[in-house]
DNA sequence: CGAACCGTTGACCGAGTTCAACTCCAGTGG
DNA sequence: CCACTGGAGTTGAACTCGGTCAACGGTTCG
């Protein structure tokens, strides 16, 4: 049934670690199957450090981010991993850093799936997991490759709070108190921008009561359907992975830590 | 073995078609399998008709481009698909279009995964294959998120040359020729830049020696080196998933149009 | 031949960055 | 308790990169 060589191109390599079909197939000798990883805020797990491609971290509670930079220092967060989320092996784009970095304090469960590949390899219920995880992700990244590269800067810092605004369970008849777990730096990483920009465009957004800040970490949003109104795209509605539903079926990705 | 529901969690729509559960899971009702799409160049399938999401595109030849765009008419070509790419399922931002476009006249073969879904969600091998094929396209998308998020347009350009050079066989020793198969404005909309600038660059790049046209679609690069220099990232060696080379196998992404 | 389209170039303007000053606040140590 | 420090956030002034608008040349296709 299982034809462990027969579904990958023989010559491909996973980006990140460099080794060859790195994603499941080869049955690498290792004992540890999970891990947790309490991080403080600025703490990161790095992408490159042992076969981080054999692994799955799934953020147990906390925000962290998937970050790139450069030689010169430049930074980009190239997705925000909120509670459930499921990194399921770091990219690393050649002559770049990657790494998860906590935003603010946070749990992340480790799972190595060097020990078990084999077998992993040949559960379609695991697969199919998987498959739907990177999907996922990937719409997402698509998604924010359209705002990076056709949102101005207003635009993208409305939709910015609208997305977390959503997260915590705005709709149109609830505002809740949302609360930012990341500095106004991480915001402009996030979104391509600088923090003086996000600074300044945050300002403006309150002024015209749009936005109503409780503190620099806090808001609400009066008006969802307004916010919603001067954005070109529509809110997401936040559909994050949560490992902890998944009902049944002897997935290794089922376990979750408590 | 296969549980069908074991694995999704329910409440999850495919962000594509908003039907629940869409990737592999429903046994829909179809009997087309595989149908070739001859198009010409601004040729378009689109994501939203039918259900584009139980099928995958493969690029046979030409080159064609995964859209989105914003009801304001603003476009971005959130990845290039070139021969042998596979698009498996386009994502469709909420509020956004989204479709596959030809750059150039292309052929893609469209395989419908509606009538064998079942079957294939028990297949170890095809489920396998499919999360290779997404996983590339996350790292692809992730490393193009951070082109667009933190390089300026001069820096965007040259590695555009440089990717594109690269595919066709650059080496540090080796100079082919490299054709560019669309439009300034197509280069625009992937860079998240403008005709103008695009062309002003390239200009630029041309007085500087750097880049040798041939003609306005053709190019070569002298001192492929010296282009890597001025980047801040290293060139990505050319990996496209090549479904022709996949080995043996049942697989249903194996047997390759002609 | 004219129409349409593509690519190039120039002039101008505005959005966003850079640099710098200043406030606010939490933590720390006397 | 207060003084000091350092980091985060805000705001202003100057500058620059990239967008907008417009003109123009070349090519293709009626």
Known sequence: ?????????????????QQVMCTFLPPQPENAIRVKHALKRGDRLDANEGNACLKFWIVVHGTAASCTSFADGR??????????????SLMAGPGTQNWLEALSDCLICEIDLGTRAKELHADPAFLALSFHVVHRRLE?????????????????VTLFLAEMAARAGATLETQPVVSLPMSREDIADYLGLNSETVSRILSRLKKSKLVKFLSPSEF????????????????????VYRSEVVPGGPSILHEVPK
Chains 1, 2 share one sequence.
């Open 220 to 239: 609400i949003i009066p008006d969802l359907a307004e916010l919603d109104r001067r954005l070109p795209v529509a809110i997401p509605t936040p559909q």
């Open 75 to 88: 930074r980009q967060i190239v997705s925000l991993e909120t509670k459930g989320e499921t990194i399921c």
């Open 1 to 17: 049934m299982l034809r462990k060589h027969n579904v990958v191109d023989g010559s491909s390599k996973c980006g990140s670690c």
């Open 140 to 156: 997402r990244s698509q998604s924010h490759l359209t705002t990076l590269g056709r949102l101005d800067s207003v635009e993208r």
